[in-house]
């Protein structure tokens, strides 16, 4: 009897290799190993180095901000679009730049995004005036959301073998989850060692680098002939994803009841919910629905929402937590956020793609939100005058495991079984969820937090002290934390409920049972 992968398909070593599929209906994992890329590992160097540039710009520039300010002159109100600026533009356009990586092919649109994010990186680094940077960062996001979803439909139709993609899959899992921490470290040794500037400059280097690798060693089938862009779904998706994370970003500063904040929601809802009815009736729709209706499939996305929705908070909340209550300077906050990334990369790269070659993907999903719910908790009962080792290690290690566990079976999960032409919009939808998933959890978590701040201060007469403010920080933070631990546990629900064992069924096909 032949032995079998999780994904339904017979080994490799027991198996006769099947014919390869066509370009414009095949599955994109199907592929015969006999025919796997002789560069593939180098490739996927290439393209893990891209997308850690991508992962990193997310949160490099967060510590650099008040020297930016100081330096340009840029009042407190403006300095939320250095970050604004950028997440609108990534989360607004991931859509059309996925579609675009199947128009005209993912390595041509890899290579334009690198080339492109390496430009505007450069123009932030060199900004005289806030109106640059937030220019220069507008087009970072921009050419981060072609750069993003190409890469990861590259790694989809580069790594076919069940065992390899695992582990390719398991790098690209740890980069995901752990870069924004590593980001966190590299911003604080920029800023204090160097500038502000350099937070910015750093990524033309590591982006000609990628472009050198991606000419030698990537290697893609040109873009789908005859194909066209869905002009209407791009102003009804790409303007609803816009309203919507600008919503998000505004809720923190301005509360949920300005009109500056509900009336971006609806219309982004509504937006949305256009953009959905035109794609059922589009002859060549922006994001084909069919991705969706596997439910093994949609059961991935779902996890990868609720679990970005329920880590962003950690971030947010430590950060302050080791510069405002423990007093860390930069490179010390960055370092003490390492012990995530290190799990993530170890949750990722040694377990899980190890183990889902022979393991339900919903079992590690399920398991690692597990894990990361308990880190929660151990967050959650931080004080005042906690001690990194014996208090905020464990805690911080049991998220890194989690999400490490998570997001590399989510990744292979959500992206097997889509047909050669569709991977780019399935892999711009799994990115666009994610991204709006960090926002609404920032701002929801902050929002949270913030409430149970206020409360704690009024409870217990006047904070007019340092101590007495910083418990009811603390305070807020964890309340927060125990509502992070809730939407954990709600994805790994959500993953043990719908993903099933077998692999997805190809999108547009009848879902298997």
């Not at 899992?173 to 920029?190: M, P, Q, R, T, Y």
Request: net charge positive; proline share 7%.
């Amino acid at each position: 009897m032949n032995k079998k992968h999780p994904g339904g398909e017979p080994s490799p070593s027991t198996s006769p290799p099947r014919p390869a599929p066509s370009p414009d209906h095949g599955d994109a994992t199907a592929t015969p190993a006999s025919a796997a890329d002789p560069k593939r590992w180098w490739a996927l160097a290439v393209i893990a180095l891209a997308q850690l540039m991508v992962i990193l710009d997310g949160t490099i520039v967060n510590i650099a901000l008040p020297s930016a300010q100081r330096a340009l002159g840029m009042p407190d109100a403006d300095r939320q679009w250095v970050i604004t600026a950028y997440t609108l533009a990534f989360g607004g356009l991931l859509l059309l730049g996925g579609r675009i990586a199947d128009l005209v092919g993912r390595k041509r649109a890899f290579v334009i995004g690198l080339a492109g994010f390496a430009m505007a990186s450069a123009l932030g680094g060199a900004a005289a005036g806030p109106g640059t940077l937030f220019a220069a960062r507008a087009l970072q996001g921009a050419f981060a959301a072609v750069l993003a979803p190409s890469a990861l439909s590259l790694l989809t139709t580069t790594f076919t073998d069940p065992r390899e993609r695992a582990k390719a899959f398991g790098v690209y899992g740890a980069l995901a989850g752990g870069g924004s921490g590593a980001g966190l470290l590299v911003g604080g040794l920029l800023t204090e060692y160097l500038n502000w500037r350099w937070c910015l400059y750093v990524n033309v280097p590591v982006a000609l680098a990628a472009l050198i690798g991606a000419q030698v060693f990537l290697r893609d089938r040109s873009g789908r002939r005859g194909g066209h862009l869905d002009v209407p779904g791009v102003l009804l998706g790409s303007g609803g994803l816009v309203a919507l994370v600008y919503g998000f970003s505004e809720a923190g500063p301005r509360g949920w009841t300005s009109p500056w904040v509900a009336a971006p929601l609806m219309a982004g809802v509504l937006l949305l919910a256009a953009f959905v009815w035109w794609q059922h009736r589009a002859a060549g729709p922006l994001l084909p629905l069919r991705i969706f209706r596997d439910r093994s499939r949609a059961g991935a996305f779902a996890t990868m929402g609720l679990a970005t929705i329920g880590m962003f908070g950690v971030f947010l909340f430590l950060t302050y937590y080791f510069q405002a209550v423990l007093g860390y300077p930069p490179v010390r906050t960055g370092l003490a956020f390492m012990p995530v990334s290190v799990g993530i990369v170890i949750g990722a790269t040694q377990i899980a793609a190890r183990l889902l070659p022979r393991t339900a993907p919903h079992t590690l999903m399920a398991s690692g939100m597990v894990l990361a719910a308990g880190g929660m908790v151990l967050l959650s009962r931080l004080t005042v005058h906690a001690q990194y080792v014996p208090h905020v290690l464990p805690g911080l290690l049991l998220v890194g495991l989690g999400m490490g566990l998570t997001f590399m079976p989510v990744y292979a999960t959500a992206t097997v079984g889509v047909p050669t032409q569709d991977t780019g919009a399935a892999s711009a939808a799994l990115t666009t969820v994610q991204q709006i998933g960090a926002s609404l959890g920032t701002v929801l978590l902050n929002t949270i937090a913030t409430g149970a701040t206020g409360r704690h201060s009024r409870a217990h007469g006047p904070a007019d002290s340092g101590t007495a403010l910083a418990e009811a920080m603390v305070h807020g933070f964890s309340v927060a934390y125990w509502c992070s631990a809730g939407v954990l546990l709600l994805a790994a629900l959500v993953a043990a409920l719908t993903v099933r064992r077998g692999k997805p069924s190809q999108a547009g096909s009848k879902p298997s049972a």
